[in-house]
């Protein structure tokens, strides 16, 4: 199935703005963004579950309509509505009420740490989406840095017909403090769509029940074996070689041999509740050979065409500009 994307941008006509870089602003654009549209733009059809105003906290639903799992994601203010401070996104396969949630993935972060954190977008549909805010301050590749904050919230698009596999990640923590209490320098999680190769180490950005919603929970993790990886420049060729690849959304556990178990207690190798790669990160994909290094902010937003589609780039946590997001469709298996 393939679902058509909308984008929204600070600068269209009746867009919600960021000013002081509150969380109440980041739930205002997500709500116009995901439910009630602004100008001309309509919503791309969630449905709020939960919500408590006073707390700046509030929990979407995907569109079952259109196929979603009818997971959610919960956004609420770690420290207060106060300018730059940090939010927690959370996934869930449900809840009754906005404190009290089921199968519940790591209660990641965002935060506007940049007073140049202003001009944002979301870019997605009825089943998932993406949202990004950059330092206007930064290159949009960054050695170890975070040129932004950018977070993804949906369906995968998974392997199995039967799995319902939903993420929502923030930015966890290099050292693995997913469960975020502090910002990072750069985010892990996004370093591993944006910049690094694989799922190494034992890290998760993410973890997920089984394919059926249900039993504890397995971590996960953004694997991508394929794509160029540069810490410096290079002064790489510019010209476009065409070959992109999926993000997979993979086991972030190290195993080599069949007593590495699954929270079931079968072999992992062989599990069919939590399988090795749930599917891959929709709309979004690598460029194998990355074309563009340490680009000036001015060179934002880096729209192109590939496949006769326009993609939007990624900012990276490396200086390689590799990662692009579908402007046009997203396609779910299941």
Not at 81 to 108: E, F, K, P
Request: glycine share 10%; with cysteine.
């Amino acid at each position: 199935m393939k679902l058509p994307v909308t984008v929204y941008r600070w600068d269209d006509a009746g867009a919600p703005q960021i000013v002081g870089r509150k969380p109440s602003e980041i739930i205002d654009i997500l709500r116009k963004c995901l439910v009630d549209g602004y100008g001309t733009k309509q919503p791309l059809g969630w449905t709020i579950e939960h919500e408590d105003a006073a707390a700046f906290k509030i929990m979407f639903r995907n569109s079952v309509t259109d196929g979603g799992s009818g997971h959610l994601v919960r956004y609420h203010a770690a420290t207060g509505d106060t300018n730059g401070a940090m939010m927690r996104v959370q996934s869930c396969v449900s809840a009754t009420d906005i404190d009290t949630l089921v199968n519940a993935g790591y209660d990641s972060a965002m935060q506007l740490y940049d007073g140049t954190m202003t001009k944002w977008y979301v870019i997605g549909t009825s089943r998932g989406y993406i949202m990004g805010i950059p330092r206007t301050n930064s290159k949009m590749g960054l050695r170890r840095g975070a040129p932004e904050s950018v977070h993804i919230a949906g369906d995968v698009n998974v392997y199995s017909p039967v799995d319902k596999a939903f993420i929502a990640t923030g930015t966890p923590t290099y050292t693995g403090d997913f469960d975020r209490t502090s910002l990072a320098s750069y985010s892990y999680a996004f370093a591993k769509i944006t910049a690094r190769r694989g799922v190494t180490g034992g890290v998760a950005a993410v973890k997920l029940p089984s394919v059926h919603g249900d039993g504890l929970l397995q971590n996960y993790g953004f694997a991508d074996n394929y794509h160029t990886y540069e810490e410096y420049d290079r002064n790489v060729p510019l010209d476009k070689k065409g070959l992109y690849v999926p993000i997979t959304v993979a086991c972030s556990t190290s195993f080599t041999s069949y007593g590495t178990l699954d929270p079931d207690g079968a072999s992992l190798i062989y599990s069919s509740r939590y399988p090795w790669a749930r599917g891959e990160v929709a709309g979004i994909v690598t460029e194998v050979m990355h074309r563009y290094e340490s680009l000036p902010h001015s060179s934002w937003p880096l729209i192109e065409e590939h496949g006769g589609q326009l993609h939007w780039a990624l900012c990276s946590a490396g200086v390689n500009i590799s990662t692009w997001v579908n402007m046009v469709e997203w396609e779910y298996n299941a």
